[in-house]
């Protein structure tokens, strides 16, 4: 404001903090250390000048500075007022609000700004939503304040603890390391396959969450990729399959993980990648004439289209072996849209194969 009191338009508020920087550049303050605040009007007595706050944020930000508000000061006079300063706030955020002054130690508050800073993707990776509300659970709200304690996670240069921190940057160099001490099919099961397992488990517990998931699977998926490196130089072929995710389905981690286990273990594997067209499928089904055929999803949408997929190979007289698997699946499913074997993980995918190889 100046000496004039508290705009009622968002663009006269603007004026004054093109002032404020101006005034603060000449005296060598940068603009990343000046902080403006929009001043919130309440709403029980300035109704409309709350969204004149709310687009003065938007436009203030542009400047580069920090912005700031006093969250509480929308809902006094009204009843209520912790919904009105949650719902304000994100409002807030959204239209860029940096630094809010509030009451730290208000769950919903400070919920509010983990819950933003994932939906926003300032919380790269939801780490701090994560260690946040690790031990979370309905019944028990205040357990959100108190991060649970984790569980052994290797060592930060070895593989298995790459993989289990889905730390993929070192992951490479991990690999390499391993395999100059272990044959690839060891590395595979002793190390791998057994990183992903603890993971596995442990997002059943609910110690692990999605986005560390997945940065475990790429990290797998960049050390199964320089096991399969390896391999290639010496494996014999036992068998061609074919894999694909399916029409619609652009989730690929899974099977990729799948086509290097599959090649350490010497079958051949014709990948036809994600989103994969039904005709595709069955083309390359003809024309490779593989022992097998292994669709994914992820994806509970998704399932449709495998079902099209399989009724479409069953057609065209594909005499594979077809295997589904992914998240949404289960035995039961696979059952029902008639594929022949559904698998939950890589190795178990590599048994069912060496068991068919030996009848």
Same mark, same amino acid.
């Given at each position: 404001?100046?000496?004039?009191?508290?705009?009622?338009?968002?663009?006269?508020?603007?004026?004054?903090?093109?002032?404020?920087?101006?005034?603060?550049?000449?005296?060598?303050?940068?603009?990343?250390?000046?902080?403006?605040?929009?001043?919130?009007?309440?709403?029980?007595?300035?109704?409309?000048?709350?969204?004149?706050?709310?687009?003065?944020?938007?436009?203030?930000?542009?400047?580069?500075?920090?912005?700031?508000?006093?969250?509480?000061?929308?809902?006094?006079?009204?009843?209520?007022?912790?919904?009105?300063?949650?719902?304000?706030?994100?409002?807030?955020?959204?239209?860029?609000?940096?630094?809010?002054?509030?009451?730290?130690?208000?769950?919903?508050?400070?919920?509010?700004?983990?819950?933003?800073?994932?939906?926003?993707?300032?919380?790269?990776?939801?780490?701090?939503?994560?260690?946040?509300?690790?031990?979370?659970?309905?019944?028990?709200?205040?357990?959100?304040?108190?991060?649970?304690?984790?569980?052994?996670?290797?060592?930060?240069?070895?593989?298995?603890?790459?993989?289990?921190?889905?730390?993929?940057?070192?992951?490479?160099?991990?690999?390499?390391?391993?395999?100059?001490?272990?044959?690839? #099919?060891?590395?595979?099961?002793?190390?791998?396959?057994? $990183?992903? *397992?603890? +993971? &596995?488990?442990?997002? @059943? %517990?609910?110690?692990?969450?999605?986005?560390? #998931?997945?940065?475990?699977?790429?990290?797998?998926?960049? $050390?199964? *990729?320089? +096991? &399969?490196?390896?391999? @290639? %130089?010496?494996?014999?072929?036992?068998?061609?399959?074919?894999?694909?995710?399916?029409?619609?389905?652009?989730?690929?981690?899974?099977?990729?993980?799948?086509?290097?286990?599959?090649?350490?273990?010497?079958?051949?594997?014709?990948?036809?990648?994600?989103?994969?067209?039904?005709?595709?499928?069955?083309?390359?089904?003809?024309?490779?004439?593989?022992?097998?055929?292994?669709?994914?999803?992820?994806?509970?949408?998704?399932?449709?289209?495998?079902?099209?997929?399989?009724?479409?190979?069953?057609?065209?007289?594909?005499?594979?072996?077809?295997?589904?698997?992914?998240?949404?699946?289960?035995?039961?499913?696979?059952?029902?849209?008639?594929?022949?074997?559904?698998?939950?993980?890589?190795?178990?995918?590599?048994?069912?194969?060496?068991?068919?190889?030996?009848?």
């Amino acid at each position: 404001m100046d000496e004039n009191g508290v705009p009622r338009t968002a663009e006269e508020r603007f004026a004054i903090a093109e002032r404020i920087v101006r005034r603060a550049e000449e005296y060598g303050i940068p603009r990343r250390k000046v902080m403006i605040d929009t001043l919130v009007l309440t709403a029980s007595a300035e109704q409309a000048l709350v969204k004149e706050t709310i687009r003065a944020l938007a436009l203030v930000q542009k400047l580069g500075v920090k912005t700031a508000l006093g969250v509480s000061n929308v809902s006094f006079g009204l009843p209520n007022r912790p919904l009105l300063n949650k719902t304000f706030l994100v409002m807030a955020m959204a239209n860029g609000l940096n630094m809010p002054i509030l009451n730290p130690l208000d769950g919903e508050m400070t919920g509010a700004v983990r819950a933003f800073g994932v939906l926003s993707g300032t919380d790269v990776g939801a780490e701090g939503y994560i260690e946040a509300y690790r031990g979370f659970t309905p019944a028990a709200p205040a357990a959100a304040a108190v991060p649970a304690a984790k569980a052994d996670e290797g060592g930060a240069d070895d593989l298995f603890g790459c993989v289990r921190r889905g730390l993929k940057r070192g992951v490479r160099a991990a690999a390499e390391r391993e395999l100059a001490v272990r044959a690839p #099919l060891e590395v595979v099961n002793d190390v791998l396959v057994k $990183a992903l *397992a603890e +993971v &596995g488990d442990c997002y @059943e %517990k609910g110690t692990l969450f999605l986005p560390q #998931l997945i940065a475990s699977a790429e990290a797998a998926k960049e $050390a199964f *990729a320089v +096991v &399969g490196e390896h391999m @290639e %130089k010496s494996a014999a072929k036992k068998g061609r399959v074919v894999l694909a995710t399916v029409k619609g389905d652009v989730h690929d981690i899974g099977k990729n993980i799948v086509k290097v286990v599959l090649e350490s273990y010497g079958f051949e594997v014709i990948d036809l990648g994600k989103d994969t067209p039904v005709e595709r499928v069955v083309e390359a089904a003809e024309r490779y004439r593989p022992l097998a055929v292994g669709l994914s999803a992820l994806m509970t949408t998704t399932v449709k289209s495998m079902e099209e997929t399989i009724r479409a190979l069953r057609r065209a007289g594909c005499s594979a072996h077809i295997f589904v698997g992914g998240a949404v699946l289960t035995a039961d499913i696979a059952r029902e849209i008639g594929a022949d074997y559904y698998t939950a993980n890589a190795l178990e995918f590599v048994k069912v194969l060496e068991t068919l190889l030996a009848k």
